[in-house]
């Protein structure tokens, strides 16, 4: 007797063409972030104009071509890695959400400026392109982000779950807006200046250090407090 043959596996054909287009999706996205990873790179050490589509296909590793089927031309690609930090921006991990969620402002500013530190040394390259978009587009790209900036720190309060206890820590007339987005602000600027810029201990002493004095700072004012007369 002759041994039976096996019979061969039999193929979906109805699943071949979704697989063939999960494969092409996943190879697009796969080009897609090796390139917006070479042109972030480039964009935040050469600038905008400094750098051309030839330079980032290279640094890429892909063809033009390729890098043209996903990104019509360079400007599309500079705003696409904007976008990317405003989302990172709004996510819940990132270092300053996370500290604003599980800290007590303004109890929490130390720790409010280490997160700071934290969010520039990991978006370093992203937040030099801010810079790159005010010298070379005059801020076209940012304003919209900026100008929204306190509708969004008003979200992110409504929804913070201490927020009246920040509003029974601040004195009266101080807007918990207004004073959260002064401590953001001013650490972000005074870590891009360390980091960003090149120019460590800027405030002539040990950053640790400077972010004790900031956070006194911010807690109690600037100006010696006077005591009440009191009536002879």
Same mark, same amino acid.
């Not at 007339?173 to 959260?180: K, L, N, Q, Y």
């Given at each position: 007797?002759?041994?039976? $043959? $096996?019979?061969?596996?039999?193929?979906?054909?109805?699943?071949?063409?979704?697989?063939?287009?999960?494969?092409?999706?996943?190879?697009?996205?796969?080009?897609?972030?090796?390139?917006?990873? /070479?042109?972030?790179?480039?964009?935040?050490?050469?600038? !905008?104009?400094?750098?051309?589509?030839?330079?980032? &296909?290279? $640094? &890429?590793?892909?063809?033009?071509?390729?890098?043209?089927?996903?990104?019509?031309?360079?400007?599309?690609?500079?705003?696409?890695?904007?976008?990317?930090?405003?989302? /990172?921006?709004?996510?819940?991990?990132?270092?300053?959400?996370?500290?604003?969620?599980?800290?007590?402002?303004?109890?929490?500013?130390?720790?409010?400026?280490?997160?700071?530190?934290?969010?520039?040394?990991?978006?370093?390259?992203?937040?030099?392109?801010?810079?790159?978009?005010?010298?070379?587009?005059?801020?076209?790209?940012?304003?919209? !982000?900026?100008?929204?900036?306190?509708?969004?720190?008003?979200?992110?309060?409504?929804?913070?779950?201490?927020?009246?206890?920040?509003?029974?820590?601040?004195?009266?007339?101080?807007?918990?807006? &207004?004073?959260?987005?002064? &401590?953001?602000?001013?650490?972000?600027?005074? !870590?891009?200046?360390?980091?960003?810029?090149?120019?460590?201990?800027?405030?002539?002493?040990?950053?640790?250090?400077?972010?004790?004095?900031?956070?006194?700072?911010?807690?109690?004012?600037?100006?010696?407090?006077?005591?009440?007369?009191?009536?002879?």
């Amino acid at each position: 007797m002759t041994a039976r $043959k $096996k019979a061969a596996p039999r193929v979906d054909r109805r699943r071949a063409p979704a697989q063939r287009v999960r494969r092409q999706q996943q190879r697009s996205e796969q080009s897609r972030a090796v390139i917006l990873e /070479a042109a972030l790179d480039l964009f935040s050490h050469q600038g !905008f104009h400094g750098t051309n589509i030839r330079d980032i &296909a290279h $640094k &890429a590793r892909v063809s033009t071509g390729a890098l043209y089927y996903q990104f019509p031309d360079k400007e599309t690609l500079f705003r696409a890695l904007l976008d990317e930090y405003w989302a /990172a921006l709004a996510r819940p991990d990132h270092p300053l959400n996370r500290a604003l969620a599980e800290g007590a402002f303004p109890d929490n500013l130390d720790a409010l400026g280490r997160a700071a530190r934290e969010s520039v040394k990991g978006y370093e390259r992203y937040i030099a392109l801010i810079y790159v978009d005010v010298v070379e587009f005059d801020g076209v790209h940012i304003q919209r !982000f900026y100008a929204d900036m306190a509708s969004r720190f008003e979200a992110f309060l409504a929804a913070h779950p201490g927020r009246e206890r920040i509003e029974r820590r601040l004195r009266p007339g101080v807007s918990p807006v &207004a004073a959260i987005m002064l &401590a953001t602000r001013f650490l972000l600027h005074y !870590f891009a200046v360390e980091i960003v810029f090149r120019v460590p201990n800027h405030f002539g002493k040990d950053s640790d250090a400077v972010l004790g004095e900031i956070a006194d700072i911010l807690r109690h004012g600037m100006l010696r407090q006077e005591r009440a007369l009191l009536p002879e």
